[in-house]
C-alpha cells in the first residue's frame, strides 16, 4: 500500500511563473490537507479538501492560491505568480474518515518550491 | 482558537542521555494532541497520540508522552536516545470540531550528540 504520493519532490520556479504540485492520497483516503512550512518554521495549515469539496480554507492566501481535489486523480495545489516569499516545503497529509473521529493523518514526503 | 508552544527550539543532548521535549497548548475545547517526528528532507511520521483515556501514551521508537490536562501540556519523553533519534519534533493539536486539521508547534530541533 503505496504512502501518500507528492510531486515533484523539488520544484524550481522564477518569479511570476506558476506551481503546481500533486498528491495522491494513500489508498482509500478521501480527505487530503495541505500545510506549509517556511524555512525554521512549523507547519501551517493550508486547506482541508473531499472530493470535489473545499471543507476549510481557512489558511489559504487570499490570492494566487487554489486547491483542487477532483473525482479522478490527484489534489492540486496551485500557486499563481510565484514569489520569492512562496519558496518552502509544502506538505500533503491524507486520512480515510474524519465523521467524529481523529484518524491519522499520513504525510508526504512534501514538494521543496524555490523562487528564484 | 488553539495553539501550540514548544518551549525549546533546540535541545542538545548526549548518548543515552534522557530527553525531553515540551509541549504546552491552548484551547477552548477538548483536544487530541499528536507528536510527529521530521527527519532531514523527509515528511513527519506520527510517533504517538492522546485521544482519550489513559494520560500516560507510548509510542514508537521507545518515546512516550504524559497529558496534563490541568497543565496544559504534552511533554514527550525517552530515557535513553541513540544518534539516530536526531530530527525535528512537532507537537499538535486537533478537535472533534475541526476535523482532521492539525496546529502544530514551531518545533523542536534535537540533536543526540555521541
Known sequence: ?116 | AQSVTQLDSQVPVFEEAPVELRCNYSSSVSVYLFWYVQYPNQGLQLLLKYLSGSTLVKGINGFEAEFNKSQTSFHLRKPSVHISDTAEYFCAVSSYNQGGKLIFGQGTELSVKP
Open chain 1, 1 to 116: 500500500n503505496a504512502g501518500v504520493m507528492q510531486n515533484p519532490r523539488h520544484l524550481v520556479r522564477r518569479r511570476g511563473q506558476e506551481a503546481r504540485l500533486r498528491c495522491s492520497p494513500m489508498k482509500g483516503h478521501s480527505h487530503v490537507y495541505w500545510y506549509r512550512q517556511l524555512p525554521e518554521e512549523g507547519l501551517k495549515f493550508m486547506v482541508y479538501l473531499q472530493k470535489e469539496n473545499i471543507i476549510d480554507e481557512s489558511g489559504m492566501p487570499k490570492e494566487r492560491f487554489s486547491a483542487e481535489f477532483p473525482k479522478e486523480g490527484p489534489s492540486i495545489l496551485r500557486i499563481q505568480q510565484v514569489v520569492r516569499g512562496d519558496s518552502a516545503a509544502y506538505f500533503c497529509a491524507s486520512s480515510p474518515t474524519t465523521r467524529g473521529d481523529v484518524n491519522e493523518a499520513f504525510f508526504g514526503q512534501g514538494t521543496r518550491l524555490t523562487v528564484v
